[in-house]
C-alpha cells in the first residue's frame, strides 16, 4: 500500500524515537525546536549549523535536513554566548553605577 504524497506524513521523527535528521517544514517551526526555517538558514550563514540539501538525481527540488545532533550543540553554543554577553553587560553596568569594578 502507497501512502497519498498530498496527505501529512504520521511518521513525526523526534530524537526520543533514534532519528537523526527532520525536515525543515515549508511553514511554521521545525518539530525539533520550533524554530523557523529562516532562523536555522541564519545560523547556517553564521556558521553555527550545517545544514543537509537532499535531491533526487534529474529533480530541481529536494529536501533540507535539520541534523538533530547539531542543533542541539548550536542551540547549546548559542545559549553560553547569551549567557556571557547577560554577564558582561551586568558587570559594565555596575561598574558604570558604582564606578568601580565587581
Not at 66 to 94: D, T, Y
Request: hydrophobic share 35%; net charge positive; proline share 7%.
Amino acid at each position: 500500500m502507497h501512502s497519498d504524497p498530498n496527505q501529512p506524513s504520521t511518521n513525526t521523527a523526534s530524537p526520543r524515537a533514534g532519528a537523526e535528521y527532520c525536515t525543515l517544514p515549508a511553514r511554521g517551526g521545525d518539530p525539533f525546536c520550533g524554530l523557523s526555517r529562516r532562523w536555522w538558514y541564519e545560523a547556517e550563514k553564521l556558521g553555527y549549523i550545517r545544514l543537509i540539501r537532499v535531491r533526487l538525481p534529474g529533480r530541481k527540488l529536494g529536501r533540507v535536513l535539520l541534523p538533530f545532533a547539531e542543533a542541539l550543540a548550536c542551540v547549546a553554543k548559542l545559549k553560553v554566548e547569551a549567557e556571557r554577553l547577560v554577564s558582561n553587560h551586568r558587570q559594565s553596568n555596575c561598574q558604570d553605577e558604582l564606578g568601580t569594578a565587581i
